[in-house]
T-cell receptor
Framework: SQQGEEDPQALSIQEGENATMNCSYK?????LQWYRQNSGRGLVHLIL?????REKHSGRLRVTLDTSKKSSSLLITASRAADTASYFC????????????FGQGTRLTINP | DSGVTQTPKHLITATGQRVTLRCSPR?????VYWYQQSLDQGLQFLIH???????AKGNILERFSAQQFPDLHSELNLSSLELGDSALYFC?????????????FGSGTQLSVL
């Protein structure tokens, strides 16, 4: 089964609004990552947050991590039409399984 | 451009056939990961190689096999193909072998089994 589960599965907002996506996972982790995928293309790494970090920023992206709840959120501020894509969280495992497991993703649509 | 090269970009074949997907990692990366993406299963981890050695195995069918060669490129072999094998296959590379680091993805091979 998937380690990470995103919520919501789909999100549609107006340009300029903020978009928040959530990810929950099951086992203890070292890191959690967020990736973006434009339709039918390869995934692109956005941000990595370590288990001892609670919040991280990169440009218009803000990621939070709550290890006690085994959850993370990705906030995209001042959204643009070009942000339309699918967003995936990915988790490793504390025991070092040497693989990165992805959730099902959130499909984000930004309406102009 | 991620620096990861996958060939071919598209592959159309028939049930029962065998195909080989190829991946060249970024220069300097020793790890190659293979993933399968389909609408119903999402992005599924298949297998991870580091410097020629298998490091982790996921939900990879027995009909599928992979290897990483001394020049670090990797091939994913899919045999006795079924309709359900139609999917987008990605490889990704990284420097380390931990499975915790940032991955660089290729643009994928779209496999259609007819």
């Amino acid at each position: 089964s998937q380690q990470g589960e995103e919520d919501p599965q789909a999100l549609s907002i107006q340009e300029g609004e903020n978009a928040t996506m959530n990810c929950s996972y099951k086992t203890s982790i070292n890191n959690l990552q967020w990736y973006r995928q434009n339709s039918g293309r390869g995934l692109v790494h956005l941000i990595l947050i370590r288990s001892n970090e609670r919040e991280k920023h990169s440009g218009r992206l803000r990621v939070t991590l709550d290890t006690s709840k085994k959850s993370s959120s990705l906030l995209i501020t001042a959204s643009r039409a070009a942000d339309t894509a699918s967003y995936f969280c990915a988790t490793d495992r504390l025991q070092g399984a040497q693989k990165l497991v992805f959730g099902q993703g959130t499909r984000l649509t930004i309406n102009p | 451009d991620s620096g990861v090269t996958q060939t071919p970009k598209h592959l159309i074949t028939a049930t029962g056939q065998r195909v080989t997907l190829r991946c060249s990692p970024r220069s300097g990366d020793l790890s190659v990961y293979w993933y399968q993406q389909s609408l119903d299963q999402g992005l599924q981890f298949l297998i991870h190689y580091y410097n020629g050695e298998e490091r982790a195995k996921g939900n990879i069918l027995e009909r599928f096999s992979a290897q990483q060669f001394p020049d670090l490129h990797s091939e994913l072999n899919l045999s006795s193909l079924e309709l359900g094998d139609s999917a987008l296959y990605f490889c990704a590379s990284s420097v380390e072998a931990t499975g915790s680091e940032k991955l660089f993805f290729g643009s994928g091979t779209q496999l259609s089994v007819l």
